[in-house]
């Protein structure tokens, strides 16, 4: 059965960290770029962070850069999102997801077919 399970979210105060992670069953990941998503309240689903399986490379959303790292352990089938200085307006639920290509493109939610059913992460003192 396909399914991506994610973990690691929960409350944590401004400058805090979390580290997330999303384990793939069913299939392998060593086909697929992983990327990472978030949805506040209110608001509509944003892209935070994609990684290639064929080439590893990264890519974040602005409002992330310097402060969020994705990872993978393709022999794991896991894919993680390290959290550092965290801000009030990082809180949502954040999902994982896969994308049908090895490589990235952008961080467009319609790009990527299955997702996990989400971790949710408050930010607040």
């Known amino acids: 059965q396909f399914q991506l399970v994610e973990s690691g979210g929960g409350l944590v105060q401004p400058g805090g960290s979390l580290r997330l992670s999303c384990v793939l069953s069913g299939f392998t990941m060593d086909y697929y770029a992983m990327g990472w998503f978030r949805q506040a309240p209110g608001k509509e689903r944003e892209g935070v962070s994609c990684?290639?399986?064929?080439?590893?490379?990264?890519s974040y959303a602005d409002s992330v850069k310097g402060r969020f790292t994705v990872s993978r352990d393709n022999a794991k089938n896991t894919v993680y999102l390290q959290m550092n200085s965290m801000k009030p307006e990082d809180t949502g639920i954040y999902y994982c997801?896969?994308?049908?290509?090895?490589?990235?493109?952008?961080?467009?939610?319609?790009?990527?077919?299955?997702w996990g059913q989400g971790t949710q992460v408050t930010v607040s003192s």
């Open positions: 990684i290639g399986s064929s080439d590893g490379m990264t």
């Open positions: 997801a896969a994308r049908g290509w090895d490589y990235c493109s952008g961080l467009s939610a319609p790009d990527y077919g299955s």
